[in-house]
């Protein structure tokens, strides 16, 4: 019997067997969540396929499909009913080409229960605000950073990063939207301080979508901590939740599965956009918004990691498992909104090796491959090119990071040794190249200390 896998495949060799394929001029195939597969067929003329030809297309696909075919073959020059005009309509709007054969163009539609933003390569996406308006500072650059595994130094990565924009006068908002296992707000506080995070808003947002909380209660600043004094610019942070009794009742009840269209994507956004505006009530323009998305095909982190983005750090190792997801990762990004969103792959190096020219190589090597595979759709650049998507920026091991990582103290000697070696550690040189390469994206000035705002 044919597999899932199969099936599609399967189906594209039976139509094209049949006698009044060479009449087709679009054939699209409709997998719905069960995985049965169903047919919108178009000739392109008033002409109708005749009800025989159809009977035995009908005969064939059940024969060769099994289980996998739905019973559906529709012709779209029959005469339709109002509501199965606009069930054929809907099917066309969401629809994506899958190739091109001659005379007939092939379409594809996926009906899923879950992992939707994964599977959307329509590039009609678009950004949280737009690209220029992100480039021109009229709104943050908005910036995910993904692993497909987990333990790739992703959190750290993004902290990194965070305090050395604010070194350089930036303000940063940074969010931990990895609510199975959160983590960012520990590594600027204690975690006694949170009081409300991205849990609480998303379901409050499901049960009033014109919720306007005060944010001071999901805001947290680094004013009055010891990190506060290495920076000229401004830090916040928004935590996943306070881990008590009712953080996994609330866990529970979001729609992860995004049963209201786009039901996800607008409550990430909507407090994104109640975040920024808060902070910037107070004259301090937001320069960068940082997303800590969940590792692997999480729902939310599909969003996080491809819908609303303007560029994306992609952390992980030369290692079959991890360039498997990687893989997915960049085909989306290039394929997911209307034009390719910037991405940085980093070699995390947590192997406990500084890593050899050999290793990067191999690093570099499968990056590039993946890229021209995937992202690159014109112009491909020379594997040495430096700054191209492929490009890799190496971390390098750090054993004192296999600890827990803090930049911030309770004003004791030891503590305040701790936070000086984090902080010297996250702001060194393979961080700054991520810094770099994501400030290179929209023509940022990284001049020390310097503040467009000021």
């Known amino acids: 019997m044919v597999s899932f896998e199969q099936a599609v495949q399967t189906a594209e060799t039976v139509i094209r067997g049949w006698g009044e394929f060479p009449s087709m001029k679009e054939i699209t195939i409709i997998r719905d969540v069960f995985g049965h597969l169903a047919f919108l067929l178009s000739a392109g003329s008033s002409a109708r396929v005749n009800n025989r030809a159809l009977t035995t297309l009908k005969s064939d696909l059940r024969t060769a499909l099994g289980v996998y075919f739905s019973g559906r073959v529709i012709c779209q020059e029959e005469r339709h009913s109002d509501l199965e005009a606009r069930v054929i309509a809907n099917i066309q709007s969401l629809r994506q080409l899958w190739k091109i054969s001659g005379a007939c163009s092939w379409y594809y539609v996926e009906r899923v229960i879950a992992k939707k933003a994964w599977l959307d390569r329509s590039g009609t996406v678009s950004p949280i605000w737009s690209y220029d308006d992100a480039c021109d500072g009229n709104k943050p650059k908005v910036l995910t950073f993904y692993s497909f595994k987990g333990g790739m130094g992703r959190t750290t990565a993004l902290a990194a990063s965070a305090m050395i924009l604010a070194q350089k006068g930036k303000t940063v908002l940074a969010v931990d939207t990895d609510v199975e296992a959160p983590g960012l707000f520990s590594i ?246 991520i810094v770099s390469r994501i400030c290179g994206w929209f023509g940022d000035d990284l001049e020390e200390g310097n503040n467009e705002h000021d």
């Open 188 to 433: 600027f506080f204690d975690d006694r301080q949170i009081r409300m995070g991205t849990v609480d808003f998303l379901v409050e947002y499901q049960a009033d979508q014109a919720y306007a909380p005060d944010m001071r209660e999901y805001l947290t600043s680094v004013d009055g901590t010891v990190l506060k004094a290495e920076i000229n610019g401004d830090i916040y942070v928004i935590p996943a939740g306070k881990m008590d009794e009712q953080y996994l009742s609330k866990l529970a009840r979001i729609d992860y599965q995004d049963t209201t269209p786009n039901g996800m994507r607008s409550a990430l956004c909507r407090l994104l956009e109640q975040a920024v505006s808060f902070i910037e009530s107070f004259g301090k323009p937001v320069d960068y918004v940082l997303l800590d998305a969940r590792a692997g095909f999480h729902d939310m982190g599909g969003v996080i990691t491809v819908q609303i983005p303007h560029g994306i750090v992609l952390l992980g190792r030369d290692n079959p498992q991890s360039w498997n997801g990687m893989k997915e990762v960049i085909r989306l990004a290039a394929s997911a909104q209307a034009d390719a969103v910037p991405i940085a792959i980093v070699d995390s190096m947590h192997n406990g090796f500084t890593g050899t020219s050999q290793q990067r190589e191999s690093f570099k090597i499968q990056a590039y491959t993946l890229c021209c595979d995937g992202y690159y759709m014109d112009e491909v650049p020379g594997i040495d090119a430096d700054g191209e998507a492929h490009s890799p920026i190496y971390v390098s091991y750090q054993p004192q990071l296999n600890d827990e990582v803090r930049l911030y103290s309770d004003g004791s000697a030891e503590q305040n040794e701790m936070f000086q070696t984090m902080k010297n550690i996250l702001s060194g040189p393979d961080y700054q190249a």
